[in-house]
């Protein structure tokens, strides 16, 4: 692939589907330049959403591929003001756009505390904040309730 025409590795790569492009972008930087030609990540945003929606953001000076992503999280999530988890990693998104990554609910390592307080001699993960705590906890009832009504249109 490496000696390949750029021409003829962005045709390959026009017969990707956007999560293999995704992909395809960590390969190497070579596929991460080709991958993010504005051109292939707008002919994916008109063959899903059509051409009259493309017209729409036409105008917009961000890359098709940030468009192409903002309105993939609006179709799974609505245009309102979500707390979304993808993975592990929380999300507060507002139309789409990620406005605040929140955090992650994997425990961190190398962040133990000794209870020396309880007469204890174990090691134990610090508490997050309450409000860390609230927001995993509300970004679950998200995924939890968009769980339930695909499960109930399935």
């Not at 692939?1 to 590795?9: D, K």
């Not at 245009?79 to 990693?89: A, D, P």
């Not at 505390?113 to 309450?130: N, Q, T």
């Amino acid at each position: 692939m490496e000696r390949l025409p750029p021409e003829l590795s962005l045709k390959i790569f026009c017969l990707l589907d956007h999560q293999n492009l995704a992909i395809a972008q960590q390969v190497c930087r070579k596929w991460k330049e080709l991958a993010s030609d504005n051109n292939l990540w707008y002919n994916l945003f008109k063959e899903r959403w059509g051409e009259n929606h493309a017209a729409f953001y036409a105008h917009d000076s961000k890359m098709w591929k940030d468009v192409y992503e903002i309105q993939d999280r609006c179709d799974r999530f609505g245009l309102g003001l979500k707390i979304i988890r993808e993975g592990n990693e929380y999300y507060l998104v507002h139309q789409g756009e990620i406005q605040r990554y929140l955090g992650t609910r994997r425990p961190r390592k190398g962040f133990n505390i000794k209870r020396e307080f309880l007469g204890e001699d174990s090691l134990e993960e610090p508490c997050l904040g309450i409000s860390n705590n609230m927001l995993f906890f509300i970004g679950d009832m998200e995924v939890a309730a968009r769980d339930a009504k695909r499960n109930r249109i399935l």
